[in-house]
Nanobody, 124 residues
Framework: QVQLVESGGGLVQAGGSLRLSCAAS????????RGWFRQPPGKEREFVAA????????YYANSVKGRFTISRDNAQNTVYLQINSLKPEDTAVYYC?????????????????WGRGTQVTVSS
């Protein structure tokens, strides 16, 4: 069983930045992709970004391109989500997910393991 633990969330003013981390409990090679999703208050969960652990190919939701950057540190078994120029509409619980299939994408079904999330709140 893979365990994912997100951290780095918090309360930040609009225009600020945050870096979220997702630490996995197992060696990086047992899952091939990581994804970040978010769930704003009262809304459904939505895809944000994904990365392949081997090679580092990335894929982003159109709504976050240019402000969000996903990266990984395989030695630390950790994936990061850098969020710049934060907006109040970025307020959400951010979830990390891990997938066994070598496919990048935004569908929930591509991911086999999920973290519990970290809250990001952006004040105006």
């Amino acid at each position: 069983q893979v365990q994912l633990v997100e951290s780095g969330g918090g309360l930040v003013q609009a225009g600020g930045s945050l870096r979220l981390s997702c630490a996995a409990s197992e060696r990086a090679f047992s899952t091939l992709t990581r994804g970040w999703f978010r769930q704003p208050p009262g809304k459904e969960r939505e895809f944000v970004a994904a990365i392949k652990l081997s090679g580092g190919a990335t894929y982003y939701a159109n709504s976050v391109k240019g402000r969000f950057t996903i990266s990984r540190d395989n030695a630390q078994n950790t994936v990061y989500l850098q969020i710049n120029s934060l907006k109040p509409e970025d307020t959400a619980v951010y979830y990390c997910a891990a997938g066994k299939a070598p496919l990048l994408g935004g569908r929930d079904s591509l991911y086999d393991y999920w973290g519990r999330g970290t809250q990001v709140t952006v004040s105006s």
